[in-house]
Nanobody, 128 residues
Framework: QVHLAESGGGSVQAGGSLRLSCGTSKLIGTGICMAWFRQVPGKEREAVAT??????????ADSVKGRFTISEDSAANTMTMYLQMDNLNPEDTAMYVC???????????????????WGQGIQVTVSP
């Protein structure tokens, strides 16, 4: 079982920045893929970014490339994933949810939907 804890959401004006964090509980192995999704009521959940333990692979959705950066810090069998969000716009307003699964690095990507572990979510609101 992996527990995920998100932090860093909030409200910002368009053009501003926020940094989201998602930390894991102690891991039984290091073959873990983590992801950020975002959800707006009435719309399909969107995969935003993925990253593998140790930073072995990263993917970003086209909608956030050039504005968002995914990174991680892994040590002592835990992993913290960061999402640096710059030049935010109102279309980025959503509940951002962290997810994780144990899989090989080549299979860690934003096309995946079958993550096993999910965080509670954290709200990001961008005003015009």
């Amino acid at each position: 079982q992996v527990h995920l804890a998100e932090s860093g959401g909030g409200s910002v004006q368009a053009g501003g920045s926020l940094r989201l964090s998602c930390g894991t509980s102690k891991l039984i192995g290091t073959g873990i893929c983590m992801a950020w999704f975002r959800q707006v009521p009435g719309k399909e959940r969107e995969a935003v970014a993925t990253i593998y333990y140790g930073g072995a692979s990263t993917t970003l959705a086209d909608s956030v490339k050039g504005r968002f950066t995914i990174s991680e810090d892994s040590a002592a069998n835990t992993m913290t994933m960061y999402l640096q969000m710059d030049n935010l716009n109102p279309e980025d307003t959503a509940m951002y949810v962290c997810a994780a699964m144990f899989v090989g690095p080549a299979r860690c990507g934003i096309y995946r939907r079958d993550f096993d572990y999910w965080g509670q979510g954290i709200q990001v609101t961008v005003s015009p």
